[in-house]
């Protein structure tokens, strides 16, 4: 049962010499006597709720002290879980807050696990399901874009929108319902109005779960894999993105012997560019190696840059290797070096497509000056499906997604009854079923499983 035990961890990143401060945060009924118990606060200061004492942790038994610090004591229900919550404000480090988090372990508190905290406040009532897992969404942000959708769930936007939807649904159920049982003494039933608002619900819900598949790319990022013939600018194409050197660049055919991967955000999503080796015949076991790498990483990535050299124009060997590419993968075709083309009185506008032989050049760029960056990266997201995210105010989670689409599947249930004109029992099946799910999504109706699938994806202290 949530709240009859006490549970404790490290509420910040722990790094060594990284961080001044790192928290240790407690929470349930015996918090308060385990603060108590290892923290000294001199003079004559109160242990009032809500207000910061300053002292000394010390261990209970030999009076050693482990570390100058602050506490806070939050008693129920005025806290984040709706428990009594101490948190103690530590230093920075590694051996300090592991010391600290040891003594209140041994006092009588047990390790947290991912999302306790955050589940125990759903729980007792202090924070809706939604709000809880836009809080797990906001700390595993890997871009603005990602952490302004998450603030829009954690402001409620999402409850209302799906509350909006649950409230249609139940004023047809009721009506419905009073239908099996008083339909002699109601007014004629509106039909049409009835398959009207359900029609509406399911347009909806299914295109909350639409936004929600653009929102998954701001929230979990992509991996663009660059591909090419040796030597045509694929880490030079790497390092401009970046804006920094993450691959060697010569002109010696054959220097990226193994991927190369960067981490970065382009127009607010996140993507893992991987830079693979040159793909061609070698006799070199370490960039045969590279090459399979190179393969795999084909076959995962979400899309695929093709990258080809201007000067030498469409080759035998860029055929080769777009018919190597795995089956259904249509990539992005990019001319590189227009700057050295352009020397020769030759070069056509950047955003110009034309035949190459048996494809077409999306952009044409230049990976060492920079030119053609922008058109680059505009295409770039529009093949990945991130071009159209500008409207996005809030967005459904997959799980939230996945029951949102199931809801209005179930519908159709109810728009097939209605069609056939059957028995108003027969409305309410789906209908009831619909309603179900989205309390399963918003949390107003949950199994203890449930809860812990969905708090196991946060970090532990949250």
């Keep these: 049962m949530v709240g009859e035990d006490t549970i404790a961890a490290v509420a910040t990143a722990v790094a060594p010499a990284q961080g001044s401060v790192a928290i240790v945060r407690i929470s349930g009924p015996e918090a308060e006597a385990i603060g ?27 009076g050693e002290r482990i570390d100058e610090a602050l506490l806070l004591l939050m008693r129920a229900p005025r806290s984040f879980t709706g428990e009594d919550v101490v948190e103690l404000h530590c230093h920075g480090g590694l051996i300090c807050v592991q ?14 696990g991912p999302g306790e905290f955050s589940q125990r406040a759903v729980l007792h009532g202090r924070m809706d399901l939604t709000r809880a897992e836009a809080v797990g969404q906001l700390v595993a942000a890997r871009s603005r874009r990602a952490a302004q959708l998450a603030m829009a769930g954690l402001e409620g936007g999402l409850q209302r929108r799906i509350d909006a939807q649950r409230a249609r649904l139940l004023d047809q159920l009721a009506e419905l319902e009073a239908r099996v049982d008083f339909e002699e003494d109601l007014p004629p039933f509106d039909g049409p109005g009835c398959v009207a608002a359900l029609r509406q619900v399911q347009q909806a819900l299914r295109a909350m779960a639409e936004e929600a598949g653009r929102a998954e790319r701001y929230r979990e990022g992509l991996t663009v894999a660059i591909v090419g013939r040796p ?3 694929k880490s030079s194409l790497l390092n401009a993105l970046a804006r920094q050197e993450r691959a060697i660049v ?4 054959g220097t990226t012997r193994d991927l190369v991967e960067s981490e970065l955000v382009l127009e607010g999503v996140p993507l893992t560019l991987l830079d693979t080796a040159g793909i061609r015949a070698t006799s070199d076991p370490v960039e045969r190696l590279g090459i399979a790498r190179s393969h795999a990483a084909l076959a995962s990535a979400d899309v695929v840059v093709l990258l080809y ?12 290797l777009l018919q190597q590419l795995p089956e259904g993968v249509v990539p992005l075709v990019v001319g590189n070096k227009c700057d050295a083309l352009a020397a020769t009185g030759t070069s ?5 497509a034309a035949e190459i032989g048996p494809v077409q050049t999306d952009v044409r760029i230049s990976a060492l000056s920079g030119a053609g960056r922008d058109a680059f990266v505009a295409a770039l997201l529009q093949r990945c499906g991130a071009g159209d995210g500008a409207g996005l105010q809030m967005a459904l989670n997959r799980r939230q997604a996945d029951l949102a689409s199931r809801a209005a599947a179930a519908l159709d249930g109810a728009l097939e009854a209605a069609a056939q004109q059957l028995a108003w029992d027969f409305w309410t099946i789906d209908l009831r079923a619909a309603l179900a799910l989205l309390s399963e999504l918003t949390g107003d109706d949950l199994s203890e499983a449930v809860l812990e699938r969905v708090f196991s994806r946060f970090c532990i202290g949250k």
């Design 36 to 62: 108590r118990r290892l923290f000294r606060a001199p003079g004559r200061q109160t242990w009032d709720s809500h207000r910061v004492l300053y002292g000394h942790v010390e261990h209970p038994e030999s």
């Design 99 to 112: 010391r600290v988090l040891e003594l209140v372990l041994a006092a009588g508190a047990r390790p947290a």
């Design 231 to 233: 030597n045509v600018g």
């Design 250 to 253: 010569t002109d010696l055919p």
């Design 309 to 320: 050299d201007l000067l030498a124009g469409w080759t035998p060997e860029d055929q080769a």
């Design 348 to 352: 056509p506008a950047l955003s110009e």
